[in-house]
């Protein structure tokens, strides 16, 4: 096994300030068996800092996905713009969750350019990745949050 990466200095600011919830897709950390990773909103190699404001928890998936990335293409339009920020922008304003019903799939739909370019970039509705949706947003989110 490669050694694990070393815990960010602000990882429990930023974990606690997000509730311990991936700022892109809203995965619960807890259930992923592995703490999340602080991502850099404005990457390190564009000169982004280590100050809170441009930290945001992220599932390896979104920040593996997002990587360097701070504009994406919307499908429908091929417009390029910026992606979503997570400090910035109100999630429930941009995304919603929809039931893709028998098919067990939640996918995250954005509801503009900047959302669907977003739900793109971070490749948000893999086949495994809304399944995988599915299942927590059955038996946990809408547990712990109804
Ligand atoms: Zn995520």
């Known amino acids: 096994m490669p050694p694990a990466r070393p815990r960010h200095p602000r990882y429990q ?4 300030r997000a509730e311990h919830t991936c700022e892109y897709c809203l995965a619960p950390e807890e259930l992923s068996g592995k703490e999340f990773e602080v991502e850099h909103i404005i990457p390190r ?16 998936r979104c920040n593996g996905a997002k990587l360097q990335a701070r504009v994406g293409t919307d499908p429908d339009t091929g417009e390029e713009v910026s992606i979503f920020n997570p400090r910035t922008d109100d999630w429930d304003a941009y ?3 929809v039931d893709l019903g028998a098919g067990r799939r939640i996918e995250i739909r954005g509801r503009n350019t900047i959302r669907r370019a977003t739900a793109e970039r971070l490749n948000m509705n893999a086949p495994h990745a809304a399944r995988a949706r599915w299942h927590w947003f059955t038996y946990y989110r809408l547990a712990t949050r109804a």
């Open 95 to 97: 995304f919603e969750f």
């Open 45 to 60: 190699a564009d000169g982004g800092s280590d100050d809170l404001d441009n930290l945001a928890l992220a599932c390896r």
């Open 13 to 16: 600011q930023v974990a606690d």
